[in-house]
């Protein structure tokens, strides 16, 4: 027997598939919670039934690529420093690939994203990111060169459509290997 997704959780998932399709197009400061209740089909109270604001819709759209990270994390810091170094380059490249769209919407927040509670998580597996890339050194060459590298990782996924996956995958591969100095 087939299983049926209940009325609440498509509308749910439909408010977030809107969502992103709107961050992505106009930005998330020009995308208001009514434009995404439109898009959905839905009243506005209907989206704040669901989210207590546009943060959260935000937080919920963004959920998958901070499970990842924080995944990612979580498996680098049971490793050897140039081991997680490792894994953490090449997993992090995939997933910045795979989610590239919304790169693109958090890059526009990234200046005000600590001032939203939805995202200490996200900040936090971020900032542990840098670390291990850095190779867990307090070096702060090293540090800055890995902030650097993500980054600069970050900004060219900002351009969905310019570079094939592949394309992009290896231009991020290279570059974070040669300014974190690994041998490929």
Known sequence: MATTTPARERTRREIEQQAMALFGSRG????????IATAAGCSKATVLYHFNGKPA??????????????ELVAAAEEMPAAAAQEFALTRF????V?????INVLQDLLGTLDQYPEFAQLISAGL????????GTDDQLEIDLAKFAINGLL??????????DAELHTLCDTALRRILRLNP
């Not at 795979?98 to 919304?102: D, H, K, P, T």
């Open 28 to 35: 998330y400061d020009a995308s208001s919670l009514q434009d």
């Open 57 to 70: 819709v935000l937080a919920a759209v963004l959920e998958p690529s901070r499970i990842a990270l924080n």
């Open 93 to 96: 490249i995939d997933l910045a």
């Open 98 to 102: 795979e989610f590239r769209g919304l």
């Open 128 to 135: 542990r990111l840098t670390e291990i890339l850095a190779g």
């Open 155 to 164: 900004g060219e996924c900002r351009h969905p459509g310019e570079r094939s």
